[in-house]
């Protein structure tokens, strides 16, 4: 897996081997990067269950502002550590803490939100429900699930969804009122 463009372009990126986490595919990571590349100048960057960093990495490279990246597994936190060395990308936070602990205690704003809960874990439903508090007024979600997990639409509004195979990309933007 490699940074695909910007700053850290063709860097290779160390990954968790085994079944504890799911890299996002290149396909799919270039459709998502596709849809928001225009929103990440300057964007403060959240990556909730991040794995490898891939995606705030991503972001960072493309000229997002900063990344958060939150896990709990400390062999990814470990990895996201040797990642932000190999792209020297320093305006980071890398946070080891369960999902729901970190957002109940968060004080920051963020613009953009990747979430990749664990395929079924209620984590999806859980993480989406206490994303308003922590996003600023034009955030946007992307959520990576399975293709048979519904979205869910009651704590942010649904902009898109993206499929790719079983893999479904949903962005969320905030409920208007």
Request: proline share 3%.
């Amino acid at each position: 897996m490699r940074v695909i463009t910007g700053l850290a372009r063709g860097v290779k990126l160390i990954t968790l081997t085994g079944e504890e986490t799911r890299p996002t595919n290149s396909r799919v990571k270039e459709g998502v990067f596709s849809a928001i590349n225009h929103l990440l100048h300057g964007a403060e960057v959240l990556d909730l269950f991040a794995g490898s960093g891939q995606m705030g990495i991503e972001a960072l490279s493309r000229g997002a502002k900063r990344c958060v990246f939150v896990d709990n597994n400390p062999n990814a936190v470990d990895i996201i550590k040797k990642n932000l060395v190999k792209t020297r990308f320093e305006n980071v936070r890398v946070v080891q803490s369960d999902y729901r602990r970190y957002l109940k205690s968060c004080d920051e704003k963020f613009d953009i939100v990747f979430i990749d809960p664990p395929f079924g874990s209620d984590a999806d439903r859980k993480s989406l429900k206490l994303l308003p508090d922590i996003l600023s007024h034009n955030a946007t979600v992307i959520h990576e699930h399975s293709s048979d997990m519904t979205a869910y639409d009651d704590a942010l509004e649904i902009h898109k969804e993206y499929k790719y195979g079983r893999i479904i990309i949903t962005v969320y933007r905030r409920h208007t009122t």
